[in-house]
């Protein structure tokens, strides 16, 4: 009898354990992109000071160890793009010139959905759309365009691509 208690207590400690840890990884992928979906939106707003201020977010998010609650495979898959994530989002939060910060903000997205893609922990639907004026993709949390490269100019310039569903709890 103590054994089986034992054992029913360890199998519940283990499914506890387990499910900290996926919370804690969904939550560290929530962040991120929570805080690249700020810069999109303040890009498609036409407003260079806050596409900034929520880029210096993403970078202190990309800089905290994000990849410490991830399984090996996935902290590989990460670290493959940490550099180029950080480096992206650190050039966006140096500067209001929308230019520039665009420029960086299509490297920035075809890397983050390259994670996103792999990781497979989003917890809410993310949509790719691609702009075909300027040749390049972003992430979305609605169907909606609205485009990030070209701001008010063509908010509605653009289409989804693919589309990431939620991961399984």
Not at 47 to 55: I, L, Y
Not at 70 to 97: A, F, W
Not at 149 to 162: D, F, H, L, N, S
């Amino acid at each position: 009898m103590l054994k089986r208690t034992c054992l029913i207590l360890a199998f519940i400690y283990s499914a506890f354990v387990a499910h900290a840890q996926k919370s804690a990884t969904a939550n560290t992928v929530n962040k991120i992109t929570n805080a690249y979906l700020a810069v999109k939106n303040s890009l498609a707003a036409d407003d260079g000071t806050a596409a900034a201020r929520n880029a210096k977010e993403l970078f202190n998010t990309l800089s905290a160890d994000p990849g410490k609650a991830l399984k090996p495979g996935q902290q590989k898959l990460l670290n493959g793009y940490l550099d180029k994530l950080k480096y992206d989002s650190r050039h966006i939060s140096e500067v209001t010139m929308l230019d520039h910060q665009r420029e960086h903000f299509a490297s920035l997205s075809k890397n983050l959905y390259e994670v996103l893609k792999g990781l497979k922990m989003n917890t809410a639907t993310i949509y790719e759309q691609y702009c075909p004026m300027k040749k390049a993709y972003w992430l979305s949390e609605t169907e909606a365009v609205k485009n990030p490269y070209y701001g008010k100019k063509m908010p509605e310039c653009g289409r989804v691509t693919a589309t990431l569903t939620p991961a399984t709890k």
